[in-house]
Every structure is written in C-alpha cells, then in structure tokens.
C-alpha cells in the first residue's frame, strides 16, 4: 500500500518545527508529507477566505491539514482546487500532530446512555415558582431527565400539586422526596411520576399513588426490610426501582457499593438508582473523577438512573459532568473499551498531554521573529516573552514584567494585555496544561471562549500578519 500523500499548510515561524515533527512520525505513519509556507508569519492567524487564493495544492496530494485555531469554512479552501481534496483542521499545537494522525478518523459515538439523569431542587418548597422553574429549566438544559423536588421534612408542602404541574406543564418530568404521604399523593394527582422513597413505613400507601416508587432499606447502612419491600411492591403490581442506598466517604461508602452489587446479584434485569450527592457532595474534591467511578460501576451493575445534587461549589457542574460521562461509560462498558480519548470535554483541570519545546525549538522561534510584536511560550516551568530583539524567561511573573520593561518601552494598555497573558500562562504551568497566546485555556466543558484581539493589534501588541 502507497503512502499517501498528506499537505501540512505553517508559517514562517513554525516551518522549521513543523520539518522537525513531521521527519519524527510521518515515515513510520505511512505519510509522504508536503509542506506550504504562506506568506504570515503564524498561519494559525489566517482566516481560510484569506488562506484560499494562496494556497497551491500539489498535483497528487489527497488531504490538507491546517493549523487547527484557523478561524472560517473550510469549504472555501477547496475553491479552484482539483475535487476530491480532503481539508481538515490539524491540532492546535502542531506537536500534537502525530497523535491526532493516531487517533481513529471516525469519532467516538457518544450519542447513546442508558442510565438517566434524576436532577434534585434541594428544599423546594422554599423556592419562588419563578426560582423552581429557572433551576428547573436549567437543569434540563444541562442533561437532566427528570426533575426531583426535595421536600423539607417535618412540614408540609401546601403548593406541592401546583410546582408539579407547573414543571409537568412545561414537558419536564418530575418526581417527589418525600416520606409525607400527603404531599405525595398530592404530588403524584398533580403529574408526577416517580415517588422517592418508600419502605415498610409507606409501602402500602404506594398502592394508590398510581407512580412507580423507589424502594429503600429500612434501616440505613444495611439491607434490612429492602427484599420484603421489593416483594410486596412485585404482589401489587407497583412499578419500582431499587436503592440500596450510596453512605458517604467515611461512613460505610466501600460497605454500601457491595450492597449495590449484591442486589444487582439478587435481582438482574431489575431497575436501580443510585444517589451519588452522598458522595461528591459530601467530599472536598472535584467531581469529574468521582462521578467517572461511579458512572462505570453503575453500569456494570445495572443501575438505570442516577440522583445528583449541585449543591456543593465544587459539584456546581454535576448535571453537565454525569451528561458526558455516562456516554463515555456506555462505550467503554459497551464495547469494552478503555475510557480515554473518547470525550475530552470532561478533562478540566489538566489537559490530555501538554506539548514539549526544547531549547532549540525556542531558540529557532526567537530568531525566525522579524518584528516587535511579542510571543509568549510557557515551558518548562517558565514564561518566556520574546521578540525579534528581546527574550525573557522566569517563573516569576512579576520579575518578568520587570525585567521586560527595563527593556522595552510598555505603554498601560500594552502592560495589561502581557500581564493578563502572564497570568494565563502561570495557571498553565500550575496545572499541567498547555498554553496558547490569545486563546483561552482549555477546561473543557467549562471553557469560555475568549476574544482574541486578532483584529485590534493597538490592544495586544501580539498580531502577527504577513
């Protein structure tokens, strides 16, 4: 089989790199590769409408790769070009080339799951309609498929009939929390269809609610009561799921994860749910990780729904989180998979690999530089800030801008933009992520994209034209 014949389209500043990268993996990734230099100094700068009218394929090559933060259509570099052509977006960071080469070209299908998303509104009953159909809503948004109103214990609900029908109203299923059967039964008349909790207190009230239920033990950390509950609900003919009830970190978490794979044991094929808020909100750490655990396990056990909270600040995103993550899980239990490289929208904190220059890499950039627009690189645990006369380097970043002013005439606005891309940076090095100058870095689903002043040089000091 013929190598084929891949295009990689650079600038001037990143052609000797690029060389470098490619002489590294090409031969061995069955690629003949072809370079265009256009006439810009960084081509991740270039719009396509302007890439376009410049960019001369050569006879035989059958796919061009351009750098991946290239803004505008892609169908506009196939224009006078001969047909056939495949044009695609490379990786942000051209050291990334030969893993997005390795990735399989077809993505991951993420579009199925099999578990839902149960989204509780703590104290509801405290809420506004307003406040309850905005969070409501919200959620929704973010993933969830049903919405659980949270009863405070101890005192009834007198608008509980018309916060459910307000949700069920607006196509959003709904189940109750609550152990006081008058506000259930009020709940369930009103449209909702799922009732949260039920045991030898209330089992045979749920007779006549008309909803399905969630079975729990009788006695909490145990299984005591569960079995005979499940059987009497199975007699009667009410619709159920089955909790054994998740017990936070410290209090008997490793105990209660048995009991969820002792009941899916018992009762195969048989509805679970599983409340994960036990855990990630009752422990100071990030979620995304915690959430992945559980998901796998609630898989593997056959658990078909999930309750969470997004109480916690650091479970703010939770609804988001379990969204991507139970299709991740889905195909990787599914078709026994290995759960990477499938969604990197749910790596937030550090990115998948963060990309290494050398000192020669440095060295060639700073010399390829021919204008006093500055460049910054994070590497190796320092910030460099270069151009085509200066270059400073430190982990300091006020000693940076110290040292960079001594040299170089900074006015207000110029001192803010390097100072606000200082500070990118230096998160950068802290967490193990890359760093791209004028791009936002990268927190997955949490990423805000950033303006990045390529049209207004006056503000940046860092646009870099032909």
């Known amino acids: 089989m013929g190598r084929q014949r891949v295009l990689f389209v650079?600038?001037?500043?990143?052609?000797?790199?690029?060389?470098?990268?490619?002489?590294g993996f090409a031969h061995d990734g069955g690629i003949e590769p072809e370079i265009a230099v256009l006439p810009i100094s960084v081509a991740a700068l270039a719009h396509t409408r302007w890439?376009?009218?410049?960019?001369?394929?050569?006879?035989?090559?059958?796919?061009?790769?351009?750098?991946?933060?290239?803004?505008?259509?892609?169908?506009?570099?196939?224009?006078?070009?001969?047909?056939?052509?495949?044009?695609?977006?490379g990786p942000n960071d051209l050291l990334d080339l030969p893993g997005h080469f390795k990735r399989p070209k077809v993505p991951p299908d993420l579009s199925r799951h099999s578990i839902e998303i149960i989204a509780e509104i703590n104290h509801a009953p405290r809420l506004s309609r307003e406040n309850l159909v905005a969070q409501s809503r919200e959620l929704v948004s973010?993933?969830?498929?049903?919405?659980?109103?949270?009863?405070?214990?101890?005192?009834?609900?007198?608008?509980?009939?018309?916060?459910?029908?307000?949700?069920?109203?607006?196509?959003?299923?709904?189940?109750?929390?609550?152990?006081?059967?008058?506000?259930?039964?009020?709940?369930?008349?009103?449209?909702?269809?799922?009732?949260?909790?039920?045991?030898c207190q209330n089992r045979e009230q749920s007779i006549d609610w008309g909803a399905e239920?969630?079975?729990?033990?009788?006695?909490?950390?145990?299984?005591?009561?569960?079995?005979?509950?499940?059987?009497?609900?199975?007699?009667?003919?009410?619709?159920?799921?089955?909790?054994?009830?998740?017990?936070?970190?410290?209090?008997?978490?490793?105990?209660?994860?048995?009991?969820?794979?002792?009941?899916?044991?018992?009762?195969?094929?048989?509805?679970?749910?599983?409340?994960?808020?036990?855990?990630?909100?009752?422990?100071?750490?990030?979620?995304?990780?915690?959430h992945l655990t559980l998901?796998?396990?609630?898989?593997?056990?056959?658990?078909?729904?999930?309750?969470?909270?997004?109480?916690?600040?650091?479970?703010?995103?939770?609804?988001?989180?379990?969204?991507?993550?139970?299709?991740?899980?889905?195909l990787a239990v599914g078709e026994r998979r290995l759960a990477k490289y499938l969604d990197p929208a749910v790596l937030l904190l550090r990115d998948r690999r963060v990309a290494r220059r050398t000192e020669r890499d440095l060295s060639e950039l700073q010399a390829a530089i021919?204008?006093?627009?500055?460049?910054?690189?994070?590497?190796?645990?320092?910030?460099?800030?270069?151009?085509?006369?200066?270059?400073?380097?430190?982990?300091?970043?006020?000693?940076?801008?110290?040292?960079?002013?001594?040299?170089?005439?900074?006015?207000?606005?110029?001192?803010?933009?390097?100072g606000y891309e200082i500070s990118k940076a230096v998160t950068a090095l802290t967490l193990g992520k890359n760093y791209t100058q004028d791009r936002a870095l990268d927190w997955g689903f949490l990423t805000r994209p950033e303006d990045t002043h390529r049209d207004r040089p006056d503000e940046r000091g860092g646009v870099v034209s032909s």
């Open 213 to 290: 239920v969630v079975a729990i033990p009788d006695r909490p950390g145990t299984l005591e009561g569960l079995a005979e509950t499940v059987d009497f609900l199975e007699r009667n003919g009410v619709k159920h799921r089955i909790d054994p009830i998740l017990e936070p970190v410290g209090h008997g978490f490793g105990a209660s994860l048995l009991r969820y794979a002792e009941m899916a044991r018992c009762y195969p094929g048989k509805p679970m749910m599983m409340g994960t808020g036990n855990v990630t909100e009752l422990a100071e750490v990030d979620s995304a990780g915690v």
């Open 142 to 199: 973010a993933g969830a498929d049903r919405i659980d109103l949270g009863c405070d214990p101890g005192v009834s609900w007198n608008g509980v009939g018309d916060a459910v029908r307000a949700l069920v109203g607006l196509g959003i299923p709904v189940s109750i929390d609550s152990f006081d059967p008058g506000e259930v039964r009020e709940a369930t008349r009103a449209g909702a269809t799922l009732v949260l909790s039920v045991n």
């Open 370 to 418: 021919t204008d006093s627009n500055f460049r910054i690189v994070a590497e190796d645990g320092e910030i460099h800030v270069m151009n085509h006369r200066t270059w400073v380097r430190g982990s300091d970043p006020f000693a940076l801008m110290r040292d960079l002013a001594s040299r170089e005439k900074l006015d207000a606005q110029h001192a803010l933009y390097l």
């Open 51 to 89: 890439m376009a009218p410049r960019l001369k394929v050569p006879e035989g090559v059958g796919r061009v790769v351009i750098p991946g933060m290239c803004s505008g259509d892609l169908e506009e570099l196939a224009s006078g070009q001969l047909p056939g052509i495949q044009f695609e977006r």
């Open 295 to 330: 998901l796998a396990l609630a898989r593997e056990w056959g658990v078909t729904s999930v309750l969470t909270t997004q109480v916690a600040n650091w479970c703010r995103g939770a609804v988001k989180e379990i969204d991507h993550l139970r299709r991740v899980v889905e």
């Open 10 to 23: 650079t600038g001037k500043l990143a052609e000797k790199a690029l060389r470098r990268v490619l002489d």
